[in-house]
């Protein structure tokens, strides 16, 4: 079993940026598949990006894709999601999710509470 804690998210203007975290404990770091959802009030929670157990393999949401940055540090047993040209769209809790397979666009076996992230207009 792992545990998630997420943290970095705020409020910025839409074409900012913010580096989310996501700190892993309770098991071996490397030996976990990481990703990121979000969800926005009254919608259903949706994949943004995903990274392999080795970090050799990145997945993103079409709606993302050159503006966010999904990479792992093993050292500090962290995941980031590095967000920049943030749109209102954007808006939403940013879950982190781990599995000792893959996480897909159905998610992850382990789940963080979440982060807030709002980009105003």
């Known amino acids: 079993q792992v545990q998630l804690v997420e943290s970095g998210g705020g409020l910025v203007q839409a074409g900012g940026s913010l580096r989310l975290s996501c700190a892993a404990s309770g098991r071996t770091f490397r030996l976990y598949a990481m990703g990121w959802f979000r969800q926005a009030p009254g919608t259903e929670r949706e994949f943004v990006a995903a990274?392999?157990?080795?970090?050799?393999?990145?997945d993103y949401a079409d709606s993302v894709k050159g503006r966010f940055t999904i990479s792992r540090d093993t050292a500090k047993n962290t995941m980031y999601l590095q967000m920049n040209g943030l749109k209102p769209d954007d808006t939403a809790v940013y879950y982190c999710?781990?599995?000792?397979?893959?996480?897909?666009?159905?998610?992850?076996?382990?789940w963080g509470q979440g982060t807030q992230v709002t980009v105003s207009s």
């Open positions: 990274i392999s157990k080795g970090g050799g393999t990145k």
């Open positions: 999710a781990a599995d000792p397979n893959v996480v897909d666009q159905r998610g992850g076996d382990y």
